[in-house]
């Protein structure tokens, strides 16, 4: 066990980002940049500090880098921006950082923010976030932003509070009353990148229509369920998603979960395209090309999270 951590400043907002890979390291780096924020930041692989090459140029942070819960101690926010199926490995550190007015932001792709993480805290303390920040990581705490990003989140006092943590950042934040369309669109585009994940290239080249039907089917069967969750989800984001699909360069990898195939790495099936096939189920609605794509993907030796598909608490 560490020695516990004390912020410095009590008029400070103290935030412990958990998991500084290419979104927490970015955010983390962002929000130093306040004078009025204290950051730490929980940590697998140590890092020293965090450069991040923005479009706005290169920011640097020096955050407080904590290496074992038991550093830890409560803080005013927790960001969680690990991968979706590494949610139970944050409980120890969720456990020391959560006091009773301590809010937690779980900032990932998919929809099932709050289903993965409300047996670690109370639901009316977790903020479900939308991040649209395409970034990835080039060594520990070194990242490379490459677009402007922009924050979803829930209308209500947690997301305004959490939007306000953003005010002196390049990152647009904004509170939604309809966050759930948000994260069935943002879901739908992600869906389509299990093709690439699966043919290891990008899909522009090889574009045929029989490739077409089926990317344009992953995304359609996206936008049902979404639709039948309550999202509106245009057909236009179905469509965007094919010609994203379509004009993709020779040589380009699209989606983390590609970039994570090649690498040998675990990938978010489960939360990009097994959940489409769970709740489509749930709905009585068919699925067939998301739930051919992901038994491929399973059946293709990659590391896949086994069993996280029946965790359903
Ligand atoms: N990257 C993007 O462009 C992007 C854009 C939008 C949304 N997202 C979503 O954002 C989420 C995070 O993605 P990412 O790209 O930032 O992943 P990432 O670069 O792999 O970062 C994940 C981080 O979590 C850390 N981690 C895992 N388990 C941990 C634990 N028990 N304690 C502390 N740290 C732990 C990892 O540690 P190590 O350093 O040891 O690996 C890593 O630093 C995903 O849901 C992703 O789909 C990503």
């Given at each position: 066990m560490g020695r516990p951590f004390v912020f410095g400043g009590i008029d400070l907002t103290r935030i412990a980002v958990i998991g500084p890979g290419a979104i927490g390291g970015t955010v983390a780096a962002w929000l130093s940049q306040d004078p009025d924020i204290s950051v730490a930041v929980c940590v697998r692989t140590p890092i020293t500090d965090l450069v991040v090459e923005t479009p706005q140029g290169t920011i640097s942070a020096k955050p407080a880098v904590l290496t074992?819960?038991?550093m830890a101690g409560p803080v005013d926010w927790v960001l969680v921006a690990t991968k979706t199926y590494s949610a139970d490995a944050t409980a120890p550190w969720l456990e020391r950082l959560c006091g009773p007015q301590t809010r937690v932001a779980i900032i990932q792709n998919g929809v099932e923010h709050v289903r993965l993480f409300s047996h670690l805290v109370p639901e009316n303390r977790l903020v479900p976030v939308m991040i649209n920040l395409p970034a990835a990581r080039t060594a520990p705490g070194r990242i490379v932003q490459s677009r402007h990003g922009i924050i979803a989140v829930p209308a209500g006092r947690n997301g305004e509070d959490f939007v306000a943590l953003?005010?002196?950042?390049e990152i647009e934040a904004a509170a939604h009353e309809d966050f759930l369309s948000q994260l069935w669109v943002k879901l739908c585009g992600n869906s389509v990148a299990i093709v690439p994940a699966l043919t290891?290239?990008?899909a522009g080249p090889v574009w045929n229509a029989d490739l077409e039907a089926i990317i344009r089917g992953v995304a359609a069967e996206c936008a049902a369920v979404g639709r039948a969750e309550g999202a509106i989800v245009p057909d236009s984001v179905v469509e965007g998603a094919v010609s994203n699909m379509r004009n993709m360069p020779e040589g380009s990898v699209s989606g983390s979960i590609h970039v994570d195939r090649l690498a040998g790495n675990p990938m978010e099936v489960d939360a990009r395209n097994g959940v489409i096939v769970r709740l489509g189920e749930a709905h009585g609605i068919a699925t067939p090309m998301n739930r051919m794509l992901v038994t491929l993907l399973k059946a293709s030796g990659s590391p896949w999270i086994e069993g996280q598909a029946t965790e359903a608490r």
């Open positions: 074992d819960p038991g953003f005010a002196k950042t290891l290239r990008a």
